[in-house]
């Protein structure tokens, strides 16, 4: 089946520590997100990016890093310089645009907790 | 960068009721995208509004584009307990606006009561 796949679902970081997410897709999608959702803030843009070797910063991209060096993945590293990472991240994935946007598809998600 | 106001946060109805929820841009959309979220799931895709004033039917649900391209609305009718979950829309800002990306809004959640 095609989608995508996040894991771990569930992750516990320590105070200082870098964790990374997982994000695989066999969509055959050019382009892929991340975000981060907190309770009554909807869902927030933390990279993206559009072809192999290259992404841009979302509206919260402080304390975040990622690399595209395939097309199908695209990892998120949560570093130690973002104060609270408690959250559920969300990966997606679409097509390039053309004339407007495409509609985005998601993978089922990591809860990050610190311990 | 650009915001989006959705309304309201939440709504309990009675099943059978009628439900709507209300998307705001201050500025003019490229297209709009609405999901929805189940209790501990992901968002999944409902549909994209391209034209000013458009209205699409999916069912029991209505979704409309106004006609400045600012507001859209979803419009459930009777609801069913399966409607349970998360509604967000997704602003898209067009290539020069904000390129592939899309603005999310805060979502409504709605509870259906039997």
């Known amino acids: 089946d095609g989608g995508i796949t996040q894991s771990p679902k569930y992750l516990f970081r320590k105070e200082g520590q870098n964790v990374t997410l997982s994000c695989e897709q066999n969509l055959n999608h050019d382009a892929m997100y991340w975000y981060r959702q907190d309770p009554g803030q909807g869902l927030r843009l933390i990279y993206y990016?559009?072809?192999?070797?290259?992404?841009q910063k979302g509206d919260i991209a402080e304390g975040y890093s990622v690399s595209r060096e395939k097309k199908e993945s695209f990892p998120l590293t949560v570093t130690s310089a973002q104060k609270n990472p408690t959250a559920f991240y969300l990966c997606?994935?679409?097509?390039?645009?053309?004339?407007?946007?495409?509609?985005?598809?998601f993978g089922d998600g990591t809860r990050l907790s610190i311990l | 960068g650009q915001q989006v106001m959705q309304i309201p946060q939440y709504q309990h109805v009675q099943e059978g009721e009628d439900f709507t929820t209300y998307c705001n841009s201050s500025t003019t959309l490229s297209n709009i995208q609405w999901y929805k979220q189940r209790p501990g799931g992901h968002p999944v895709f409902l549909i994209q509004l391209v034209k000013s004033g458009e209205v699409k039917k999916q069912k029991r649900l209505t979704f409309q584009f106004g006609e400045a391209k600012k507001n859209s609305s979803l419009h459930i009718t009777a609801t069913q307990t399966t409607d349970v979950g998360t509604y967000f829309c997704a602003a898209g800002y067009g290539l020069t606006g904000g390129g592939n990306k899309l603005t999310f809004g805060t979502g409504t959640q709605l509870k259906v009561e039997l």
């Open positions: 997606a994935s679409s097509i390039l645009p053309g004339m407007s946007n495409q509609p985005q598809h």
């Open positions: 990016s559009q072809i192999v070797n290259d992404f």
